[in-house]
Structures are given as C-alpha cells and as structure tokens.
C-alpha cells in the first residue's frame, strides 16, 4: 500500500533519523567511489595492466553515474523512494563485488559501468528522501549536513584507496561497499514506508538516452582521435554519430513535456556560462586528480599509501575554500571573483607541476595539491549559487541536475582525454629511447608501471622517470588551455549582487532569473 509523502513527516524521531543515516550512508558509498580509486589505481594497473585504460576506470563510472541520473528522480516519484534507492544500492553493491572479482582491465571497467549504473541513483535518491522525511525548514538544516557526507568521502577516499591498496589489496578498494550496502538495504527495508508522491511525472526517455548516447560516443570520439596509430573505421563513425545523437536530443527537448534539459534555460546568460565553466574545469579537476596519483607514483617514487596522505591537505583545503568563500558570498552577495580566482590558480597550478620531478621535496608538491584543491572549492559551489539564484523557482531543480550532469561528463571527458594524451605521449617518448636503452626497460614505456620503474635499474629508472613527466607535461599544458578558457569564460559572468531575500515568483522573469533585476549593483 502506497502512502501519500506526509507520511514520512509523521514517523516517529528515532525511525527518521535511522532513515536519515541510512540515505546518507548511501550517498557516502556513491561519492567515495569517485575519490577512494585515485590513489589505487596504479596497483590496479600494475596487476592488470593495460595503462592505457587507465582513465577509463574513472570514466566509465562517471559516464554511466551521468547516464542514469536524470531518470531516478522521476522513477521515485513514481514507483516510490523505498524500491528505488534499494534497487541503486543493490546494483551499486553487486557491480562492487564485481569491481573486485575483476580479471583484467576490460573487466574491471565493465564492472564500474555497473557500479555507476547503481551509484547514479545514491545521491540522488538520498536527497528525495531527506526531503520527504522533513518539513521543509527543518529540510534544509538536514540537507546541509549532508554535504558534509561529500567533504568526509574527498577526505577518507584517496587515503584510503591508497592505504587499502598497499596493504591488503586493491579489491578492498570496492569489497568495503559491500558490508556497508548490505546493513544499508537492510535499513531501509525494514525502517523505511513506502512513499509515493502524489503527482505522476513523465520521464523523458528519449532525451535522457540520447544525452547519454551524445556524451559516451563523444568521450570514445575524444580518445580514438588521441590513439596512437592509423585511424579506423570507428574514427570516422564516431563523430557523425555523436553530432546525430546530439541533433536527435535538442529535437526531443524541444517537444517534450517534461524535459531532462529544458532548453529554455540555456538562454540564460549566467546559467549558459555557469554550464560551459562548469564542464571544463571537471575536464581539468575531476579528469585531472586520478592522474595526480599516478604522476606521484611514476615520477617522484612516492608509495601509494604517502599518495594517499598528500590528498588529505588538498582535501581540507577544497573544504575550507568551499565554507569561505559561501560566508563571504552570504555577507557580500557577490559570486563573480571566486570562479575567476579558482581558474587563476588551476592553471598557475598546473604549469608549476611541469616543472615537478623526482628531486622536488614531498612539501613542494603537498603545497601544489593544496593550491590545486584550493581552487576547486571556489568555483564548485559558486557556480551552484550562480545557477540557482539566476532562473525562475520552479527551474531551480532541473538547473542543479543539469549542472551535476555537466560536472560528471566533464569529468568523464577529462579521464578520457588524459588518457589519451599520457599514452600518445609515451608512445612518442618511446621513438626517442636508444636500442640499449629499451632493451634495458624491458617493455615499451606505455606498459611500464611504478613498481616496475622502481626495480628497473638505475640509468634505466632515470630514462623512464624522464619520459613519463614528459607525456604528462602535455597532460597538465591541456588542463591549462581549459582553465584558460574557462577563465575567459568567468569574466564574462555578470556581476551580481545576490538579494537577501527569495524574489516572489511573480517578481521573477521568464528567464532572467531573481539575481537578474540587481546586476551590476
């Protein structure tokens, strides 16, 4: 028997907080899975091999998390929280269990799709069900606790990753999930009712599949145009596929009732800006922090549980970004200098780390990592606020989704990219090594990895070292170009003075947005 959402409201104290801490359990496993690899992945290449696919373990569970998110909203309202949120955490945890059976690389990606397929629906169903389980002021106190969930995953995850790996095994990395998701489902089986919302939306199945068509065949268009080698057939279809794809998705929205993207909002100034920052500092962060640990692995020698402690600062430091610069966008009301600071110092950052090798002190790159995180608080929850405060009330949570979805297909994107331009570059770089040289490497340069450089012998060592932070020389200059551009981008944003109180929504223009009639003050 279904139950109206009131019903969640009426629960007694002690069974809402169980829920509660049921739903952000959830959202803590689906947000760790994003960090806790970063610091294992290169133990799992080295078991796996196939460096190459280094950044597809990253990209195919973000891919697959951007894929399905728009859909489980709705499903809840439809079919109820309590089946929805149980189905992601039991495929969330069956695609784990997976993750660790994995044989090979191939699997190993395999098995993140899945994963991601389930991991899509935590977050997302853990905030449908804070919102029903609370009135609407004490909503948002409960709300805000939970961001503290993403903070502790972004703190624990590359530690972790890196401790767990070392230790006992990479595995370990995904078979943590599934004691977790088992007492999670548990939870919410037996604690949980069943709450259906009253209204009966439509899901927009042929926009949300034709958005997740254009942006997968775009990350397999942007790594095949980087691969080494002739080009083959799947190098010319792509592109015409990811162009239709995207053709037959804005003929969809154009039409549909309910739209995953309403195109209306992308005639926004601030949210079409916000959008297209958004996505290209994710290529340069998101895309970007996987290859740290490898780069700090290969070049300067570091294990992966030290790895693991030099995110820590970072962490903190995105943190202690994200909490100032939201205090001081409280007392000022002005957003704009904080994504054009965050730009500055990715790419300061990032041409600095060119200049990183084996000899650079363990406090010289922590320093780096925190001016690199530094700048990722100030602009992630900035950009929120942009796009929140600049469309009309009713649009509020279709432009949140959209600027999530952009974030983990930028993401998606960058890992890819990466990817590509560390392999094209080792290939290069392994033109340049003597006869000698490479029969003393023992194998080409692209399926080399930290521990194999490690117990390589000295000159030999120093060869690959060298080589490895040439190619990613070419990673970070590609991180800079989008911080550049993103930072072109930025300084074109209005400059706002946020009000202090919501605007009726009377007051509030079509698409101009509340923040509209106070630019420029």
């Known amino acids: 028997m279904s139950h109206s959402a009131s019903t969640m409201y009426d629960l007694a104290p002690r069974r809402k907080y169980v829920i509660y801490l049921a739903a952000l359990a959830g959202m803590f496993m689906a947000t760790l899975d994003i960090q806790i690899i970063a610091t294992a992945l290169p133990t799992m290449v080295a078991d796996l091999g196939r460096l190459d696919l280094f950044g597809w373990v990253g990209a195919a569970y973000l891919l697959a998390t951007a894929a399905v998110t728009p859909f489980y909203g709705k499903l809840g309202d439809i079919l109820g929280r309590k089946p929805v949120f149980i189905f992601a955490i039991?495929?969330?945890?069956?695609g784990s269990l997976a993750c660790a059976l994995a044989w090979s690389m191939e699997s190993l990606i395999a098995a993140r799709v899945l994963q991601g397929l389930g991991g899509g629906g935590l977050v997302t169903s853990a905030f449908s069900t804070i919102a029903d389980l609370f009135e609407p002021r004490e909503r948002a106190r409960y709300q805000g606790y939970s961001t503290a969930t993403f903070t502790l995953s972004s703190v624990i995850g590359p530690v972790a990753g890196g401790v767990l790996s070392q230790s006992i095994g990479w595995e370990f990395v995904f078979l943590i999930n599934i004691p977790v998701g088992?007492?999670?489902?548990?939870?919410?089986?037996?604690?949980?009712?069943?709450?259906?919302?009253?209204?009966?939306?439509?899901?927009?199945?042929?926009?949300?599949l034709l958005l997740a068509a254009s942006v997968t065949l775009g990350v397999l268009w942007s790594q095949k145009l980087l691969a080494p080698g002739e080009p083959d057939a799947m190098s010319y279809m792509l592109p015409v596929l990811t162009v239709l794809s995207l053709i037959g998705f804005v003929m969809v929205e154009r039409v549909a009732s309910e739209p995953v993207l309403p195109l209306r909002i992308l005639t926004n100034?601030?949210?079409?800006?916000?959008?297209?920052?958004?996505?290209?500092?994710?290529?340069?962060t998101l895309g970007m922090l996987n290859y740290f640990a490898l780069f700090l692995q290969t070049v300067t020698g570091l294990n992966p549980a030290m790895v693991g402690l030099m995110f820590l600062p970072a962490s903190i430091f995105t943190l202690v970004a994200s909490i100032g610069s939201g205090i001081l966008i409280a007392r000022t009301g002005r957003y704009k200098p904080y994504p054009?600071?965050?730009?500055?110092?990715?790419?300061?950052?990032?041409?600095?780390?060119?200049?990183?090798?084996?000899?650079?002190?363990?406090?010289?790159?922590?320093?780096?990592?925190?001016?690199?995180?530094?700048?990722?608080?100030?602009?992630?929850?900035?950009?929120?606020?942009?796009?929140?405060?600049?469309?009309?009330?009713?649009?509020?949570?279709?432009?949140?989704?959209?600027?999530?979805?952009?974030?983990?297909?930028?993401?998606?994107?960058?890992?890819?990219?990466?990817?590509?331009?560390?392999?094209?570059?080792?290939?290069?770089?392994?033109?340049?090594?003597?006869?000698?040289?490479?029969?003393?490497?023992g194998l080409p340069l692209s399926e080399l990895t930290p521990e194999m450089i490690s117990a390589l012998p000295e000159d030999a060592a120093a060869e690959a070292v060298t080589r490895f932070s040439h190619a990613f020389h070419d990673v970070y200059y590609f991180g800079v170009a989008l911080f550049v551009v993103a930072l072109f981008l930025a300084i074109m944003l209005k400059d706002v003075r946020l009000p202090k109180h919501e605007a009726k929504e009377a007051d509030a223009p079509e698409v101009g947005g509340r923040a509209a009639a106070v630019a420029g003050e």
């Not at 949210?271 to 500092?281: E, K, W």
Request: proline share 4%.
């Open 90 to 94: 039991v495929l969330f945890t069956v």
């Open 182 to 208: 088992a007492v999670v489902i548990a939870v919410l089986f037996f604690a949980m009712p069943p709450v259906t919302k009253a209204s009966r939306p439509k899901i927009d199945y042929p926009g949300g």
């Open 269 to 284: 100034r601030t949210v079409a800006l916000s959008l297209a920052i958004s996505f290209l500092a994710s290529m340069s």
């Open 340 to 441: 054009i600071a965050s730009m500055v110092l990715g790419l300061v950052a990032l041409v600095i780390f060119t200049r990183v090798d084996n000899e650079t002190p363990v406090w010289g790159v922590a320093a780096l990592m925190m001016m690199f995180s530094f700048g990722i608080g100030l602009h992630m929850q900035t950009l929120m606020v942009a796009v929140q405060n600049a469309v009309p009330h009713r649009d509020v949570g279709v432009t949140t989704g959209s600027l999530s979805l952009v974030r983990l297909s930028g993401g998606a994107f960058g890992l890819a990219i990466n990817g590509g331009l560390l392999t094209a570059g080792l290939v290069r770089g392994q033109g340049l090594v003597s006869e000698k040289m490479a029969s003393r490497l």
